[in-house]
């Protein structure tokens, strides 16, 4: 007995001893300014020197446990971010802590002594998500390069259609979740990217596939992540085409003109920063074709995004932020289609506030707080009270709706990050919830308006009826709880489920997401990654309104101009039945290697099933039998119902992509990229029917309008053979879009059955950085598409006009000059 009560106080004090020996490194990757960096690749090298390779978590925390004490050196990079190079560091037997800071990628005018990370394969994620930093975002030379939606058509799988929206994996932009430091941006009745940010403001975006995390609902096409920079202890200052420029296009005039001025530094060393961003923009457009007094649209648009961060304490941060947006353009709309009688004054505002707090607790927990308050104004004027006349040869007359709508979202989000712990490898969970408050106003006037023939006799005329002012609201509740699983050192495993519910459509919905990636020890630096996730959409306020609205009252007319129909009435119902919630099944898979230390490969396949989509859809029956429940059609001052467009879950969407990928890094900030994408996007709801729409679809089976099957990009800045010189380049080459041959107020044959030519824009600029007097200055001049390649965005597609399928528009080649002050010289 003695003996084995010997034995096992032994064999405990050995495990005690080798427990003590074991050495263990516990550490926390971090901005300047203390804010953790996720996602940060931290290598370490034994004394041996072998490699060992750890990623940070979302609070920015790691841990390794070694064999044995001694000298190792340790490196951190995150893409973003200079990379931090390798320093020594000693670790002893026990417990080990180290703190990693990393600074921001900026652009490099000073002597820094680091370098810039290319997309380095991200062993904390299960997909693969492309990233692009602000330094990036100032290098490559895209048209109207002070804003961020356009500034998104650089990234693969990103489309910009005619009207300038972004399409991400073929979605709409309702179908995207676009966010600001954490939280939702997509403009509250629509659900689209409507508010402007200056490139100058941003430090990241990161660009999500359809596989999102649980934490991220409502984004079934994806998600585009805008992180802005706090500022840090040094005062930065910066200005950008603060000198206007002029144009010579059938006469002078004062050319576009993008003013814009950058300033942060500390409010308190060491313990509060900010920064503020403000970008300014003069938009003056010239239709060659159009006379002279009516051929010009100017717009003034103005941006300013304040971000601030106070550390209460070191385990504290308080973040606060203020966006806000103003836009007047007294003649959009202005094409040689519409002159300018038939255009609108059109005015926008928006703010946008939001606060978070997030507690670090031991052992890398962490705990977050915030609120966000979103208000949008929108107010459309008419030129005149005419009616609208529809030609095939354009339009006359005056717009026929005098609108003012308002909305606003109220969003409220917690999470807590438990402590990494074990079990068949380590785990790390998130959970938390988030409510959003929606509400919409609207007072709309609507004349009317008529469609003419070709030979100027009226076809139909079309008055508006019923209420044109009302208001409605929306709550939208969610939970979510994911566990990050690392497996092994090679194995990530990412399970999450969310939970969802919406007023409107009154459903819970619980939707998984899981996604697994593998890094195989014999490929080196390999990842190969496959995911699934059910996304649902959020309901749509702008959809569920459409029956509080106004109705259409039409009247049909014989050649010889006797009334031959009507009046009948279209209107808009969404009826008692048992509403599902539109989702998105999303499949991805794809492969990423580093074929060298700054060449990054990357091959990606998407496949995207939209199911349950709301649409509307006429119901009237054969010999105009109204749907039952429908009071009769005098009530609406008609002899007949037109149409009966009820709301339904029809809608399906359908997108496969495969993009091939290049990226690489050179010498600090330059580098360049190349990519094609091979895709499709078709649906059975291509046109959005809607009353502000004369458009009228039988068959709404087709690709959608922004369906590129064939696209290429790339952007390069290199450094030239002489000091302080660059070059920049950006191209994209892509399928034309298409478009629905009308007649008569009516879709002809299939929808989008035809194409506009092919797309080619290559823009060549060359930059020179000096020093002036003691401050630093950057100069840029070159051509947007220097091919003047035509790429149209406008097509007549009135079978009946006698100028059918002829192109306008798009833009030409065009000088470009950008002056920017960069602040002092340091000494």
Partial sequence: MVKRVGGLVFGLAALVAQGLAEVRLAGRVTSENNSPVSGARVRLQKPDGVWVEMASDTAGAFECRLAAAGDYRIAAERDG??????????????????????????EVFEAIDVRAVS????LERVVSEQSLSGAELLAVPFPASNSLKNALRVVPGVVQDAKGNVHLNGGTEEQVLFTLNGFTLNDPLNGRFEARVGVEAVQTVDIANGRLPAEYGRGSAGMVAVTTSPGDDKPRYSATNFFPGFENRKGFFLGNWSPRLGLSGP?????????????????????EELPSGGDRMSAWRVANLLHTQVNLTPSQILHTGLLVNGWTAPRFGLSVLSPPETTLDRRTRQWFFNIKDQIYLRRGALVEFGYAANRTFAREVPQGHAFLSITPDGNRGNAFADAVRKAGRDQWLASFISPSFGGWGTHQLKTGIDVSRLSYWQLVRRTGFEQLRADGSRLRRVLF??????QESDLETASFVQDTWRVSRGVLVELGLRLDWDRLIRRWNLSPRTGVAWVPGRLGR????????????????????RPLDQYALTTYYAPDGAAARGPAASVFRIGAWRRETPRARNWSAGFEREATETLFVRVNYLRRRGENGFT???????DEMAPSGLAPAREFGASAFDAVYMLGNERRDSFDSIEVALRQSIRRQYGWMASYTRSRALSNGVVDI???????????????????????????????????????AFTETRSGLPFSVQSGGRILGEVNSRRLPAFFELNLHLERRFAFRGHRWEFRMGFNNITNHRNPNLVNSDADSRNFLRCYGGQGRAGNFRIRWLGRVAR
Avoid: C
């Fill in 616 to 622: 509307y859809t006429n119901r009237l029956g054969p």
């Fill in 267 to 287: 409010i308190r060393k060491g313990r509060a920063w900010f920064s503020d961003s403000l970008s300014t923009q003069y938009d003056q457009q010239v239709i």
């Fill in 690 to 728: 809607n009353i502000d729409d004369p458009i009228m679809v039988l068959q709404n089976v087709g690709p959608m309008p922004w369906d590129s099957p064939h696209r290429f990009v790339g952007w390069t800045y290199l450094p030239l053979f002489w000091r302080d010189w660059a070059v920049a």
């Fill in 465 to 470: 009826g019923g209420r044109s002012e009302f």
């Fill in 81 to 106: 971010y200079f990379r931090l190079g390798e320093r020594p560091l000693w670790l002893a037997e026990g417990a080990n802590e180290v703190e990693l800071a990393l600074t921001p990628l900026r």
């Fill in 119 to 122: 997309s380095i394969v991200d």
């Fill in 526 to 545: 390999t990842k190969i990654h496959g995911a699934y996730a059910l996304v649902y959409e959020a309901a749509s306020l702008r959809l569920f309104t």
